[in-house]
């Protein structure tokens, strides 16, 4: 997948349902990108074939032009061209959004902030949403598969849903290397409009050490 397009992120859009869409060449855009272009430009782009990132369907982009009852001005965002069910939201886009773009790295790095210490992840490869997570035996399917030395690794991602305890007894049990991420729904914006995973993950709400059995990464003493 190409790289979403950003311009403005100062912006906050955090009470909208959409701030993203799919391109037709496959690439993601943000809704910030889109009110940094002039009306002759946007005008070119709603003849585009927009697409909703959850359910596939059209989408078309409003600019946040008319007042709400309360006088202030209304967000721009994306919506569906029609009326169709979708469970699309914006834990739904945290969530992809965070996982699409470690999976477009070949290298994270991982914060241990009670320690100080920083994992860094030199990816092999990754896989997202895999059932089984590469292991065998294995029910789960974690966000991200990962292999680094040979070895498996999970990444998970956690808006308002955690691991699951029987998940994490299994990930224990098997020793496998897990890492999950926490992110906070009020920062949708702000996350979805940064291209640095490592500052995303840098600035998540907070991370947790489900396992690490074997250290098979490089450590690093985080910045103070």
Request: glycine share 4%.
């Amino acid at each position: 997948m190409k790289r979403p397009l950003f311009l403005d992120t100062s912006k906050t859009y955090s009470k909208v349902k959409m701030n993203l869409a799919q391109m037709p060449d496959s690439s993601i855009i943000h809704i910030a990108r889109i009110d940094q272009l002039s009306e002759a430009e946007q005008c070119n782009l709603r003849k585009r074939n927009l697409k909703c990132v959850g359910c596939g369907n059209d989408v078309i982009f409003n600019i946040g032009k008319a007042k709400n009852n309360d006088g202030t001005k209304r967000q721009s965002h994306f919506s569906h061209k029609v009326k169709v069910e979708c469970d699309w939201s914006q834990e739904s886009e945290l969530h992809y959004y965070v996982k699409t773009k470690i999976a477009e790295k070949s290298q994270i790095i991982i914060p241990l902030r009670k320690v100080k210490l920083g994992l860094i992840l030199q990816i092999d490869s990754i896989q997202s949403e895999v059932f089984g997570g590469l292991v065998k035996d294995c029910k789960f399917t974690p966000d991200l598969s990962v292999i680094i030395n040979n070895k498996v690794w999970w990444i998970e991602i956690a808006v308002t849903h955690p691991c699951e305890d029987r998940k994490i007894k299994f990930i224990k049990e098997n020793k496998i290397n897990c890492i999950e991420i926490f992110l906070d729904i009020e920062q949708v914006h702000k996350i979805t409009a940064m291209d640095d995973v490592n500052k995303i993950i840098a600035e998540s709400k907070s991370i947790k050490v489900i396992n690490l059995s074997e250290i098979n990464v490089k450590i690093h003493a985080a910045k103070a």
